[in-house]
């Protein structure tokens, strides 16, 4: 069962229940004749941990995408580059045979 940390907003108490993931949060202070509201304390390893994963899976996934796409890019490229080049040629050999 997880262990939540709260921190009561009145007297600064802070104190750790257990609790399943369906129990009702802790909402006033557990400390006699006080009575405040407390606020839950979270953990910062969790969140660390937590956006590490999703950088290294995200990384290794657009990285594949790009070279494939810029090898393709490459290729078409050099097919528009020859035909343009033939039409100039024919262009220039029929201009100077009409002259
Ligand atoms: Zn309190």
Redesign the pocket.
């Known amino acids: 069962m997880p262990i939540y940390e709260y921190k ?1 907003k ?2 600064g ?1 802070v104190f750790e229940v257990q609790q399943s993931f369906g129990d009702e949060p802790v909402k006033t ?1 557990c ?1 006699d004749g ?1 009575d ?1 509201r407390v606020q839950k304390v979270f953990s910062p390893p969790a969140i660390i941990f937590k956006g590490s994963g999703f950088y290294v899976n995200d990384h290794g996934r657009g990285n594949g995408n790009g070279r494939k796409n810029a090898a393709a890019a490459k290729a078409d490229e050099a097919k528009e580059t020859a035909k343009e080049t033939a039409k100039e040629t024919s262009k220039e050999t029929s201009k100077a045979a009409a002259t």
């Open positions: 009561c009145k007297c108490h202070c400390k006080c405040g």
